[in-house]
């Protein structure tokens, strides 16, 4: 006997367009997961270095990320941003950015750390000021991908400080701020002066979750091949063999 395999064209234009991805899904978490073990490495070989101060760091180089430095100046306490949407312990608030002026003249933003959200939206949270100069400890940090916001309608219609911000725009906070600065933010360590919770993971999701993730969208299209194969076998023709 002979078993027909007709699983129809409906079940075939279906299976075509889902399989190829549900593979791509896969291989882009398998991805995802050797990139967050490469940053965890890097990560791992920067904060065993020595400390530079910014003046000798060549902050062109495109490879200074997680970088240890160390600044001497003045925060600015009248004009600061709100990263909003940040997450601590599960309760919503916001990291501060503040400017900072180093003895030489430089300036650039540093991440403060975490604060957390008033009891409503409209009510801002209450940052306390950093006088005088101050020695500070941190890391460079370089976004590794681009932030996705819903909309900027709200963040350019706020013309008091402090500003709320839904990403790092390093370029468009100069302007705002009328100063260069240099192009990354530093995160302060929480043994400085001026840090609030100043806890930095060094990925958002751990590479054994994108493994997981992997797993399940490969058996997503083993289980859409199997059910392809007994819906077209399910139904058959029985034909008679030749012989």
Known sequence: MTIRFSPGWK???????????????????????????????????RTASA??????????????????????????????????NR??????????????????????????GWIAQGTTREQLPTVMPVENSVTISGSVYVPVSETFVLSEAQEAQIVDWPRVVQKIDVTAWSELLQMPLLPHTVRIS???????TAHWPTV????????????????????????????GTRNTTHLPNDE
Request: proline share 5%.
């Open 204 to 231: 958002n999701m751990e590479p054994e979750k994108h493994r997981g993730y992997a797993v399940q969208w490969f058996s997503m299209a083993a289980a859409l091949l199997l059910m392809y194969v007994y819906f």
């Open 51 to 84: 400390p530079v101060s910014v003046e000798q760091l060549d902050w062109q180089r495109g490879d200074i990320a997680y970088q240890p430095v160390t600044l001497t100046g003045q925060f600015d306490n009248e004009r600061y941003l709100l990263l909003d």
């Open 11 to 45: 079940m075939t234009l279906f299976t075509a367009l889902l399989l190829p991805l549900l593979l791509t899904l896969g291989a882009w978490q398998l991805d995802r997961e050797v990139e967050k073990i490469e940053l965890q490495a890097l990560h791992e070989r």
């Open 87 to 112: 997450i601590q312990g599960g309760r919503v608030g916001y990291e501060v950015l503040m400017p900072f002026t180093t003895s030489s003249g430089q300036t650039l933003i540093v991440n403060r």
């Open 190 to 196: 929480q043994d400085s002066p001026g840090a609030l």
